[in-house]
């Protein structure tokens, strides 16, 4: 996505589930994200202070994709557990991730995390809400990262791209 906004072109690679297993022990989407900012030239901070604060946000939103992960595909073989993990998630670890964000968006002059400009923490955690449906983080309406992920969500690239592969893959909802 921080490509497709940046109009950065780029060439995407979906992998089948039977692929992930393999692909993701060397996927790392907040590094990859902070490697694509420092090639964009933008999407992170300008000083050392505030490039902590992205990294520390792109951390607390790397642990949260994990989490999400292991709670919607536990690999257990018994159901009740699989089902145990979701619920777990979904009550636990995800209000948890929520209340991390939302302390460090508070003091936010704007909709980004570093007020009206756009990071790469920023894209991360759009697309964490997005891939949970923001009806299910039961976000408050005044919530800084409900405003987030709308601000991000009206940018021309950052559309484009979730249109494009929402038609790529027949998607009508989510990620």
Not at 106 to 116: A, K, M, T
Not at 131 to 160: F, K, M, W
Request: net charge neutral.
């Amino acid at each position: 996505m921080l490509l497709s906004d940046a109009g950065i072109p780029f060439t995407e690679r979906s992998y089948t589930l039977p692929e992930w297993p393999k692909v993701s022990k060397s996927w790392q989407a907040a590094a990859q994200a902070h490697g694509a900012s420092q090639t964009a030239g933008q999407y992170d901070g300008r000083d050392s202070s505030e490039q902590y604060l992205v990294d520390a946000v792109a951390d607390v939103a790397s642990d949260w994709r994990n989490e999400w992960v292991i709670g919607q595909w536990s690999k257990d073989a018994i159901p009740s557990k699989q089902e145990a993990a979701r619920v777990f998630y979904a009550r636990k670890k995800k209000p948890r991730f929520i209340n991390t964000v939302e302390s460090y968006l508070r003091d936010s002059q704007g909709p980004y995390l570093l007020g009206e400009r756009i990071t790469y923490a920023d894209i991360l955690l759009y697309g964490l809400v997005h891939d949970e449906v923001p009806e299910t983080c039961n976000l408050a309406p005044d919530s800084r990262l409900l405003l987030l992920y709308h601000t991000v969500g009206q940018r021309p690239g950052i559309a484009a791209y979730v249109n494009a592969w929402k038609a790529r893959i027949g998607a009508t909802s989510k990620l």
